[in-house]
């Protein structure tokens, strides 16, 4: 059990282009989903928090207009990279928490998506 | 805001030795303290976790230590294996649930 997908796992994109990543907590139902970067050979980094129903909390340097979140139901968050640039490729990586589930409402994270943009 | 810091950056050891991360929180308000194995392409694993009301936890081959006096915690793998090849990552966090902070993680090889 305890199982997030994202999809896609990796996407290349052109410079200017948005793209949408996907996050779903497939047999539970997750109140809270993270969202996180990870640049090569770095470790991970918070963007935001999403609680169900509400708008994210993003950290301090991260661009809510361009790094849009969307977490409209318990078992789908998603990241929206508009005007995406090279600087923007990274591994995008998300966490789901559930009430109750595992230890204490660990979280499970997802295999992440590789972004490429030219 | 949470500080871990996670020493050494890499760590090469011959199989079935043992293998000692080592990982330092600022907050003292911190209580879970999860690690992380990371394969290549692909998303963290949790491995082992401890909470502030333990000073130990053990797992097979695997162990962790905290000494919340000094704030820092550490993870022990015994008897490795080449597939404990990886890079693992220690975390902070005040709730399991809760917004974690990461160290910068430690590339383990381990050689046959």
């Known amino acids: 059990g305890a199982v997030v997908s994202q999809h896609p796992s990796w996407v290349i994109c052109k410079s200017g282009t948005s793209v949408k990543i996907e996050c779903r907590s497939l047999?539970?139902?997750?109140?809270?989903m993270f969202w996180y970067r990870q640049f090569p050979k770095q470790s991970l980094m918070l963007m935001a928090t999403?609680?169900?129903?509400?708008?994210?909390?993003?950290e301090q340097g991260v661009e809510k207009d361009k790094f849009l979140i969307n977490h409209a139901s318990l078992t789908l968050s998603t990241l929206t990279v508009t005007s995406a640039h090279p600087e923007d490729s990274s591994f995008y990586i998300c966490?789901?928490?559930?009430?109750?589930?595992?230890?204490?409402?660990?979280?499970?994270f997802g295999p992440g998506t590789r972004l490429t943009v030219l | 805001g949470e500080n871990v810091e996670q020493h050494p950056s890499t760590l090469s050891v011959q199989e079935g030795d043992s293998a000692v991360i080592k990982c330092t929180y600022s907050?003292?308000?911190?209580?879970?303290f999860p690690w992380y194995k990371q394969e290549l392409g692909k998303g963290p694993q949790l491995i082992i976790d401890?909470?502030?009301?333990?000073g130990e936890k053990k797992d097979q081959r695997i162990a962790v230590t905290l000494n919340k006096t000094a704030k820092h915690f550490s993870l022990h793998i015994t008897e490795t294996q080449p597939e404990d090849s990886a890079v693992y990552f220690c975390?902070?966090?005040?709730?399991?649930?809760?917004?974690?902070?990461f160290g910068g993680g430690t590339r383990l090889m381990v050689k046959p």
């Open positions: 047999d539970f139902q997750a109140t809270t």
């Open positions: 966490s789901a928490r559930g009430g109750g589930y595992g230890s204490g409402s660990e979280q499970f």
């Open positions: 907050d003292s308000a911190s209580n879970y």
């Open positions: 999403s609680n169900e129903g509400s708008k994210a909390t993003y």
């Open positions: 975390a902070a966090s005040m709730g399991a649930g809760n917004m974690l902070t």
């Open positions: 401890i909470r502030s009301n333990v």
